[in-house]
């Protein structure tokens, strides 16, 4: 099972901004796509923005013209920048891994947004 770890959540005031970083432990060309999704508190999880291997990009239109998704291949590493943060971003945002038959998730990092 390949491993995903994200890191750059913490807490921001509104209209800032955060770039989370998810580092697979292999190649992400072995996923079909690689996502975001958040969850807040008392919510179900929900999608944030994903990319498929041939760089076909898909956000929730909650975060349109907000949040960019980006990969490096050469670092295993999906990116995503999230600026003019609003309150209602708060939640543990969680990488995502996808292919026929497996699916990966990381352990999630935390971004709250203070107004």
């Known amino acids: 099972q390949v491993q995903l770890v994200e890191a750059g959540g913490g807490l921001v005031q509104a209209g800032g901004s955060l770039r989370l970083s998810c580092v697979a432990s292999r190649s992400i060309f072995n996923f079909d796509a690689m996502g975001w999704y958040r969850q807040a508190p008392g919510k179900q999880r929900e999608l944030v923005a994903t990319v498929d291997n041939s760089g076909n990009k898909v956000y929730a239109d909650s975060v349109k013209g907000r949040f960019t998704i980006s990969r490096s291949i050469a670092k295993n590493t999906v990116y995503l920048q999230i600026d003019s943060l609003k309150p209602e971003d708060t939640a543990v945002y969680y990488c995502?891994?996808?292919?026929?038959?497996?699916?990966?998730w990381g352990q999630g990092t935390q971004v709250t947004v203070s107004s």
């Open positions: 995502n891994g996808e292919r026929i038959g497996e699916s990966s």
